[in-house]
């Protein structure tokens, strides 16, 4: 039974200045059987924003998207890893959609253009997302081998995804990414 331990990072960006909402994960470095996504998760529309800005799931996780504004919305994606169409609607949608291919979605409204959101969907069950001070934790992550990554909405779109070698023991680790974003 190998055991498990946390993983800290530190994501900054080129100037040193922490990064919000950046996605940090860990892939193993062997192919193994990794744990299902377990329930689904909830993007919610209100004050004609998407709440909250970034969402990080596992390949599979379906999100539903309740309106709880007082106006109609309509939420689309055109991005490769997902297109999706959810016409004008309040309340709740009529069914979740399901995420079955890793990469970076982009949602919109068609109706309200400020609106927009980021999904950034993984092949792992090892990920996190930092806070207003740059910081994530990954907890429960068994001994091995890892490619950590790190990935934020402000990177150019054809940037290849940060990434490092982590040998992950029984003991809680660090790490840090810097990342060269650009303004959104």
Same mark, same amino acid.
């Given at each position: 039974m190998s055991h498990a331990a946390a993983l800290t990072v530190q994501v900054s960006d080129a100037g040193g200045q922490a990064l919000q909402d950046a996605v940090v994960y860990?892939?193993?470095?062997?192919?193994?059987?990794?744990p299902k996504p377990q329930?689904?998760?909830?993007?919610? +529309?209100?004050?004609?924003?998407?709440?909250?800005?970034? @969402?990080?799931?596992?390949?599979? !996780?379906?999100? *539903?998207?309740?309106?709880?504004?007082?106006?109609?919305?309509?939420?689309y994606s055109f991005s490769p890893a997902k297109v999706f169409d959810l016409k004008l609607y309040i309340g709740q949608p009529e069914n979740p959609v399901t995420f079955d291919k890793a990469g970076t979605v982009v949602i919109?409204?068609?109706?309200?253009? +400020?609106?927009?959101?980021?999904?950034?969907?993984?092949? @792992?069950?090892?990920?996190?997302? !930092?806070?207003? *001070?740059?910081?994530?934790?990954?907890?429960?992550?068994?001994?091995?081998?890892?490619?950590?990554?790190?990935?934020?909405?402000?990177?150019?779109?054809?940037?290849q995804i940060p990434e490092q070698p982590l040998t992950m023991t029984a003991s809680d680790s660090t790490a840090s990414f810097k990342l060269d974003t650009k303004a959104r």
């Open positions: 860990a892939e193993p470095a062997v192919a193994q059987t990794l329930k689904p998760v909830e993007i919610e +529309q209100k004050g004609r924003k998407f709440i909250p800005l970034v @969402t990080v799931i596992q390949t599979g !996780t379906s999100i *539903a998207f309740p309106n709880n504004d007082t106006v109609r919305h309509h939420v919109g409204c068609n109706i309200h253009d +400020q609106m927009v959101g980021y999904i950034h969907i993984v092949p @792992t069950p090892y990920f996190a997302k !930092t806070d207003a *001070a740059g910081k994530a934790r990954i907890e429960g992550l068994p001994a091995g081998r890892y490619q950590i990554k790190a990935w934020h909405y402000g990177l150019p779109a054809q940037a």
